[in-house]
């Protein structure tokens, strides 16, 4: 802690300085008030240290008085901000190490992104993960993601799909692709299936391509039986199938 602080000639720039084996910086902002490594916040007008409450969220927080306004402030945040000498990045956040949120010191703390701090949250135990319905975010329930696997197994095209049951082309690679709804592949129904990389339909000679239009003109053979025939990509021979590609044969 210091002593006599108000007796140190403190730039007004927010220049480190070292005092007592504690490195102070003031901040780039609030130049009425300065922090330690420690995570203590000092006013420079009232020569006191701050004291800290307790949010709703848990975090510590102190009153700034700014322009003759007051503030609710959190300490992490300002300790961070002091010594980055900047605002926080857009879509970042003040992530405490340890999990502690009580835990301000400089060394507990990093700016990262949303989705690396939910992460975090996640390993550490603070926070169980959200999966499927239960996520915020999600609006397809699981029994539609079902039917839009039984789709990709029939061989339909993500186009085809999203169309159907109203959403973007993107949702459907993703799901395709295993890299949302993965809890559904973990079902018996779904637990063999394998992500197939589509094969280029520039690469496929044009006399499979002719083998493949008779097969879908006149025989009953499944999209997914034809694909597998070839060894291609099921949405190719959706995208035959719709007239979409290979119009030239």
Not at 73 to 101: P, S, T, W
Request: charged residues 30%; hydrophobic residues 35%; contains cysteine.
């Amino acid at each position: 802690m210091f002593e006599n602080i108000k007796d140190w000639a403190i730039s007004r720039e927010g220049i480190l300085l070292i005092w007592k084996e504690l490195i102070i910086q003031k901040h780039f902002k609030y130049i009425d008030y300065m922090c330690d490594i420690e995570g203590n916040i000092y006013s420079l007008k009232t020569n006191k240290y701050l004291t800290a409450g307790i949010n709703s969220a848990g975090y510590r927080v102190v009153t700034l008085t700014h322009n003759k306004v007051k503030k609710q402030y959190r300490v992490h945040r300002f300790i961070m901000e002091a010594f980055l000498n900047r605002e926080i990045k857009q879509e970042y956040i003040i992530n405490h190490i340890d999990g502690d949120k009580s835990n301000n010191k400089l060394s507990n703390l990093e700016e990262i992104t949303y989705s690396d701090n939910t992460k975090h949250a996640v390993r550490l135990g603070l926070m169980k993960p959200q999966l499927g319905e239960d996520n915020g975010m999600s609006f397809l329930t699981e029994d539609c993601v079902r039917n839009i696997i039984r789709k990709i197994y029939q061989g339909y095209d993500n186009s085809t799909i999203a169309e159907e049951f109203k959403i973007e082309d993107k949702h459907v690679s993703l799901i395709r692709n295993k890299k949302r709804w993965k809890h559904i592949f973990l079902e018996d129904e779904f637990k063999n299936y394998k992500v197939k990389h589509s094969r280029k339909e520039t690469n496929i000679p044009d006399e499979c391509k002719r083998e493949i239009k008779s097969l879908l003109l006149n025989t009953n053979m499944k999209l997914v039986d034809i694909a597998n025939k070839y060894n291609i990509h099921p949405s190719i021979i959706s995208r035959v199938q719709n007239n979409l590609v290979w119009k030239h044969i």
